[in-house]
């Protein structure tokens, strides 16, 4: 029977161990832009130990997202995302993200609007 601590495999990925650190919306974006505070928080998680570092529900519409969240809706995001990604490996986690559509905010806010 595998132990919590024992590497798993998810597809072509190995994770050191079976410990997921959940996904958290920080509120540290802006504009959709990952920014040095969530560089720095998500620095904090990957050293806790977790194998798996899951980042929080991100955006894939700009009109479909209930609150500020981190942008996937285009590229321009890409580069962020990428520096992200890299912090959370030099922690010796792996990455993986949510992608968020709330469609219920987006006709919120088309209500709203008329
Ligand atoms: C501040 C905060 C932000 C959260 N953001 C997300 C999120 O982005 N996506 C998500 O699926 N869950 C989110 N959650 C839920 C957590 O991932 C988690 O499921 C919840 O805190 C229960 O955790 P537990 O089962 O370890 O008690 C958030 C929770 C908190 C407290």
Same mark, same amino acid.
């Given at each position: 029977?595998?132990?919590?601590?024992?590497?798993?495999?998810?597809?072509?990925?190995?994770?050191?161990?079976?410990?997921?650190?959940?996904?958290?919306?920080?509120?540290?974006?802006? &504009? !959709?832009?990952?920014?040095?505070?969530?560089?720095?928080?998500? +620095?904090?998680?990957?050293? $806790?130990?977790?194998? %798996?570092?899951?980042?929080?529900?991100?955006?894939?519409?700009? &009109? !479909?997202?209930?609150?500020?969240?981190?942008?996937?809706?285009? +590229?321009?995001?890409?580069? $962020?995302?990428?520096? %992200?990604?890299?912090?959370?490996?030099?922690?010796?986690?792996?990455?993986?993200?949510?992608?968020?559509?709330?469609?219920?905010?987006?006709?919120?806010?088309?209500?709203?609007?008329?």
């Amino acid at each position: 029977m595998p132990n919590v601590f024992d590497p798993i495999k998810i597809g072509l990925m190995e994770v050191k161990n079976r410990i997921v650190a959940g996904p958290m919306m920080s509120n540290t974006d802006i &504009d !959709g832009y990952v920014t040095q505070n969530t560089l720095d928080l998500y +620095d904090e998680r990957a050293a $806790g130990g977790a194998g %798996l570092v899951h980042v929080e529900a991100c955006a894939v519409r700009k &009109d !479909g997202r209930p609150f500020d969240q981190i942008g996937l809706w285009h +590229d321009r995001f890409l580069p $962020g995302l990428r520096h %992200l990604a890299e912090v959370i490996h030099r922690g010796g986690a792996k990455a993986s993200i949510q992608n968020a559509n709330t469609p219920a905010a987006s006709s919120f806010s088309h209500c709203v609007a008329r």
